[in-house]
């Protein structure tokens, strides 16, 4: 069974430039969530997708934008960077039916200068 | 919307020694989770509890769920250094999303 991944594991861009970032969902999960997770603190909600659905979102301006797949894995795109994005960005993946357990990537950490 | 507070923010213990950390929710809990994070790493998924009084083990780690579902607990027994972290409890949300609480940092000394 593969487990999350995502891609890159580091990225550095400076202010006004817009990244993608991406997660591989694990074998057999169709619900992806993206978290932000600013130094010393615990994971902000993103959004959420569900067969290639927005599922919920968060706190978090238009311009963090996101896709799914057919196969379920995701993008999360993030326009016209300000330094405050700069973060651990966290991809996390569940299944169907009563278990909700979110199953987490590596992150990708970004830094904008 | 549901908030969650760790104590303590930060741990340091000597190997061998037991040791608690505490997540506390401003509303009635229906999932708990507790992962384990290495630093600028990923969450790595411990342990899940949804009813009120349940306790769940794994190695040398326990977690527990108070009867009123607004506390967790987890308790490591005989601590080691792989045992260092950020420990971090999440909470379901109403919006599909999983709050999380700020973590607590655990350094263990050989």
């Known amino acids: 069974e593969t487990g999350v991944t995502q891609s890159p594991t580091h990225l550095i861009k400076t202010r006004g430039q817009q990244v993608t970032l991406r997660c591989s969902s694990q074998s057999g999960h169709n619900t992806v969530s993206w978290y932000q997770q600013a130094l010393g603190q615990g994971p902000q909600f993103i959004f959420q997708?569900?067969?290639?659905?927005?599922?919920g979102r968060g706190n978090f301006p238009p311009r963090f934008s996101g896709l799914q797949f057919p196969n379920y894995s995701s993008e999360l795109n993030v326009n016209a960077l300000e330094l405050d994005d700069s973060a651990l960005y966290l991809c996390a993946s569940s299944g169907t039916g009563g278990d909700r357990t979110q199953y987490f990537g590596p992150g990708t950490r970004l830094l904008v200068l | 919307s549901q908030e969650l507070e760790q104590s303590p923010q930060s741990l340091i213990v000597q190997e061998g020694k037991n040791l608690t950390i505490n997540c506390t929710s401003s509303k009635t809990l229906y999932g708990l989770y507790w992962y384990k994070q290495k630093y600028g790493e990923g969450l790595i998924f411990l342990m899940m509890l949804q009813k009120g009084g349940e306790e769940k083990s794994h190695e040398k780690i326990t977690a527990k769920l108070d009867e009123k579902k607004q506390q967790s607990s987890l308790h490591i027994t005989a601590s080691q250094p792989s045992h260092a972290g950020i420990y971090l409890c999440g909470a379901d949300n109403n919006n599909n999303d999983m709050r999380f609480g700020a973590g607590t940092r655990l350094t263990v000394k050989p």
């Open positions: 997708y569900y067969r290639e659905e927005e599922n």
